[in-house]
């Protein structure tokens, strides 16, 4: 039946304020009067397609659904907070206020929950990371840079200031490392990486960060040439056994071969142990990155050179130091 007699029930925001006992927002009045004269045309036109109408939600109600929605899938909530930060161009800081969100936000901030909600990780999803001085761009060819890593090419850049000018990062990934030593001290840098796609999102990196690096593709040292006063690495460090507890995001999307470091974590450090000090020039520093627990094992394996280990700010040892 059409006509008249049927509008009202085509209004189903304004309908359904009638029937509760809370009185209607502006907003629900809004959309409900919107609605009932989209209603109106329609009946006059049946040709006009269908249109959806939305109230505009506010922020601090829209973003504790999407907590609990993560919270379910086991998916950290701090995550739901940097997809609202990024999307609104608002601190984290500031998400408390009641910002009423538009339709297009609305879209925006629901095509990027539902992404983060199959797995995929946050920073996969944004693209990008801040690193110590530069924008890394992150996708599935490399590791995602983590906070810990910024205090190891920060350790990196304080030795290159002291007078170690020619450096290596072996195990490179996305190139973050290598990249921020290169923007801060001006200096000559190369980076190592066995993967052909960490090394073209390296190289990506680099040239978007305005520095040069010179990138070897080959079995840790295996194509390196050269010698270098500071070799940097962040290799693979987590137990083979380890990787299937570990978040879904990670052993799920992050690339295997930056995650596994064989039986007991620290076969790559085996491995650098033997072959990089020919690869260092006269008091060269060798300075690594390492798993929880990891630095004294890592320190056995350098017996009779002089070591350092470093704690994190988080008070976990996590750099070691090896004067070669
Ligand atoms: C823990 S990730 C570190 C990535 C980056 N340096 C960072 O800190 O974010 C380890 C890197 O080692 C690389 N890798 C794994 N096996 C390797 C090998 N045999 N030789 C050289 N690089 C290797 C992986 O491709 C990965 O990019």
Not at 84 to 89: D, E, K, V
Not at 179 to 196: M, Q
Not at 272 to 298: H, T, V
Request: charged share 30%; aromatic share 6%; glycine share 6%.
């Amino acid at each position: 039946m059409q006509g008249k007699w049927i509008l009202p029930f085509k209004a189903p925001g304004l309908l359904l304020q009638l029937i509760t006992t809370r009185p209607p927002t502006d907003d629900m009045m809004e959309v409900a009067i919107a609605a009932f004269l989209r209603v109106k045309e329609m009946d006059e036109d049946p040709s006009l397609p269908e249109t959806k109408f939305q109230t505009r939600e506010k922020l601090s109600v829209l973003l504790k659904e999407t907590k609990e929605a993560f919270s379910k899938e086991q998916i950290d909530e701090s995550d739901a907070e940097w997809i609202y930060s990024l999307c609104l161009g608002i601190p984290r800081s500031e998400l408390k206020n009641d910002k009423i969100i538009l339709p297009s936000e609305r879209e925006k901030l629901e095509t990027m929950i539902a992404e983060r909600l199959t797995g995929r990780p946050l920073w996969y999803i944004t693209g990008d990371v801040e690193f110590c001085n530069a924008i890394i761009k992150v996708d599935e060819r490399a590791l995602i840079p983590r906070p810990e890593t910024e205090e190891l090419a920060a350790l990196a850049i304080e030795e290159v200031k002291k007078g170690r000018k020619k450096v290596l990062d072996v195990c490179t990934g996305s190139g973050c490392i290598a990249i921020a030593i290169a923007k801060e001290t001006g200096e000559e840098v190369s980076a190592a990486d066995l993967s052909e796609d960490a090394l073209s999102l390296a190289r990506e990196n680099a040239e978007a960060n305005g520095v040069q690096i010179t990138l070897f593709q080959g079995d840790l040292l295996e194509n390196v040439t050269g010698t270098y006063d500071l070799i940097v690495c962040n290799p693979p460090y987590i137990p083979t056994g380890f990787i299937p507890e570990m978040q879904r995001e990670v052993r799920e999307f992050e690339p295997h071969m930056a995650l596994d470091g064989g039986a007991d974590g620290l076969d790559f450090y085996r491995r650098m142990a033997q072959d990089a000090p020919s690869r260092l020039c006269e008091g060269g520093m060798l300075l690594f990155e390492c798993g929880e627990g990891q630095a004294e094992e890592i320190c056995a394996l350098f017996e009779g050179k002089k070591i350092e280990i470093v704690k994190d700010l988080e008070g976990v040892e996590r750099m070691v130091k090896i004067i070669c």
